[in-house]
């Protein structure tokens, strides 16, 4: 009958409803039945109990009426004889009214009117004698209605207290009548608040069971369990929701066996990719464990692909060498990643280049990192500041043929530079000797021709410097892997400005030192001074004169980096050169300045450098406003005990 939702729910109101209709109902009745009982008794009381007062009243009067007509008061007396009478029948017949049958005062009111009649009887031959005998009259009263009225009086007294004790009775019985209406209000309400309770808990369980089975079956939906079904009962709303929910279910199950199908098919497809692919893969989890790698990352690792799988990148590779470089590596590209390495990093950093032997021959590869996102951040995965990481991708890219020929190149132009340097250094002191005159006079136009080619080999003797320098860099190891030096960090900036102070004023320009690191660090002095002489001079030649440069540095102690800027207020570099002009033999000319005797090697030379010490160079600039270029060297602070011992 009830077939839907709100039908149920309102047969379960309806019920409270009726419920609290009927307690209302049987209350106002129990109410009403006792206002009916004690108003009943309560005007029987009055009523009787004003006829008795009237009648005692009227006797008393009809004494003293008698009294003064036999004291010669008949003017007074004789009315009084005649009314009073009258005003007591009146009175009993009232008090007969509110008596019934079976009332106890009926017997007392049948004896009242009996002696009434017969006290009533003497009561007219008393007035005649008392007008006519007044002796006899006298004792007449004294034998005969003295005693009468005295019986009447007796017997309304007694009537009276029948009529308190019948008060008293109905009050009692009132208070009774009360007393079970009461109790039956109770019993009445616990019924129906018992009724209540069982029929709303058997409406509520067919109503809510079936949600609760809903839920249950959503909870195990959501475990994975796409087989779940619900039991339908009845055709309500919540059954067309199971039913809804099954055909869910079912789609659901379709959609997961063509998802399987389709992910499998991914992954064949993902992996024959990797697998394509001829530079060595390794794929790890956010936890920094193994997860695949292809063909040919098997040749790279130490231990087989199988037992690979679940390993950490430091239990991949057995020589500690090799491992410490591959780590440092990974963790520079990482750093470069996240822009950990420098806030104005600008990705000015070459990407990590590691060293392998493999098959007999020295296999180099640059490490490159990239991250696999989720779209929801999962527990244990790690978080990045815009989505959760679920695993990092490292891919060496081989590099040795290219290598192999920068080697050649750089062999080459070693060769060739040193080839230079013995003839150059030849011809230099033969043109000193010729500026000297120690061979002959000279006019002034010869000295002008020799100055000229003195200045000439010097640019070309600078060039072949700059060029074995960049080359020594090259093909040396990290310093990372030896001790180095221990220099007074602000001793040696002070020296390599002292040495560059007199060009910069022959050029007008104000050279200015701002807090300067102290202390004691692990760094080649050689490098030091090579990478303050580059960015010095580089600062010199595109500041104009009244220009000032200003060197600065911070020792950052949490992550053991040494930042050496310098800032210049020259001509500044354009934003589309800031990367390449940190390539070898790259120099961006400015159509106000000239740059004699440069090639474009300072700045790669200073970022070889940094690139030994694990740093990195950065560039700020902003054409009209100057330029500020910052080192940073990752090395070891020396303390002062250290020091001393």
Do not use: C
Not at 186 to 205: D, E, K, N, Q, T
Not at 243 to 258: D, S, W
Not at 277 to 297: K, M, S, T, V
Not at 410 to 439: C, N, Q, W, Y
């Amino acid at each position: 009958m009830f077939t839907t939702l709100r039908a149920k729910v309102f047969v379960g109101f309806l019920l409270i409803l009726l419920l609290m209709v009927g307690l209302g109902a049987y209350a106002i009745f129990s109410l009403a039945s006792l206002a009916d009982v004690t108003s009943a008794a309560l005007e029987r009381s009055a009523e009787q109990s004003l006829a008795n007062t009237s009648m005692y009243e009227s006797l008393v009067r009809i004494d003293e009426a008698e009294l003064r007509m036999l004291a010669g008061d008949t003017i007074n007396a004789g009315p009084a004889l005649v009314e009073e009478p009258a005003q007591f029948y009146h009175a009993l017949q009232n008090a007969w009214h509110a008596s019934t049958p079976q009332d106890s005062s009926a017997k007392l009111l049948n004896d009242i009117e009996a002696q009434w009649e017969h006290y009533h009887s003497h009561l007219d031959f008393f007035y005649g004698l008392a007008l006519h005998k007044p002796v006899t009259a006298r004792r007449f009263y004294e034998d005969t209605l003295g005693h009468e009225i005295d019986t009447l009086r007796s017997r309304n007294l007694a009537l009276q207290e029948v009529n308190f004790n019948a008060f008293q009775n109905a009050k009692l019985q009132a208070k009774d009548r009360a007393k079970d209406s009461t109790l039956g209000v109770i019993f009445v309400s616990v019924f129906a608040l018992g009724a209540g309770l069982v029929g709303s808990y058997i409406v509520s369980r067919r109503t809510i069971e079936p949600l609760r089975e809903l839920t249950d079956s959503v909870k195990e939906l959501r475990g994975g369990h796409l087989d779940t079904r619900i039991p339908i009962h009845g055709a309500d709303e919540i059954a067309d929701l199971g039913f809804e929910f099954n055909r869910l279910t079912e789609r659901l199950g379709e959609f997961e066996a063509l998802n399987i199908n389709e992910i499998v098919r991914e992954k064949q497809k993902s992996e024959a990719i990797i697998e394509s692919i001829e530079d060595p893969l390794l794929l790890f989890d956010a936890n920094g464990r193994l997860l695949h790698l292809n063909r040919a990352a098997e040749e790279l690792i130490s231990v087989g692909p199988i037992g690979a799988l679940g390993r950490s990148l430091s239990q991949l590779f057995t020589n500690t060498h090799i491992r410490k470089d591959v780590e440092r590596a990974v963790e520079l590209a990482a750093r470069q990643l996240t822009n950990a390495v420098s806030e104005s990093m600008d990705g000015l950093a070459a990407l990590p280049i590691v060293s392998l032997p493999l098959r007999n021959r020295m296999r180099h590869y640059r490490i490159r990192v990239a991250r696999i996102l989720a779209h929801e951040s999962v527990e244990g995965i790690l978080t990045t500041n815009s989505a959760a990481v679920a695993g990092v991708l490292v891919l060496f890219t081989d590099i040795t043929h290219f290598k192999e020929l920068d080697q050649m190149k750089s062999d080459f132009i070693a060769k060739v530079s040193h080839e230079f340097r013995t003839p150059l250094t030849s011809m230099t002191m033969s043109l000193d000797i010729l500026g000297d005159e120690l061979i002959g006079a000279l006019n002034r136009e010869q000295h002008e021709v020799i100055d000229t080619s003195k200045a000439d080999a010097r640019r070309l003797a600078k060039l072949i410097r700059d060029l074995l320098t960049l080359s020594r860099l090259e093909n040396a190891p990290s310093v990372t892997n030896v001790v180095e030096e221990e220099i007074d960090f602000g001793q040696s900036v002070e020296a390599s400005v002292r040495s560059m102070r007199p060009l910069y004023q022959e050029r007008g320009v104000l050279l200015t030192l701002a807090n300067i690191a102290s202390g004691s660090f692990r760094i080649s002095q050689e490098h030091l001074a090579s990478v303050l002489s580059n960015l010095l001079s580089n600062a010199l030649k595109y500041t104009p004169s009244g220009g000032t440069v200003t060197i600065s540095s911070f020792w950052n102690d949490s992550r053991h980096e040494l930042m050496l800027a310098v800032q210049d207020n020259g001509v500044g570099v354009a934003r589309e050169d800031h990367e390449r002009i940190f390539d070898k033999f790259v120099q961006i000319k400015h159509p106000d300045l000239s740059t004699p005797g440069s090639v474009g090697l300072g700045l790669a030379i200073v970022r070889e450098i940094a690139a030994r010490y694990d740093g990195s160079v950065s560039l700020e600039s902003e054409v009209g406003k100057g330029s500020t270029f910052t080192v940073t060297f990752r090395v070891e602070r020396v303390e002062k005990s250290e020091t001393v011992a």
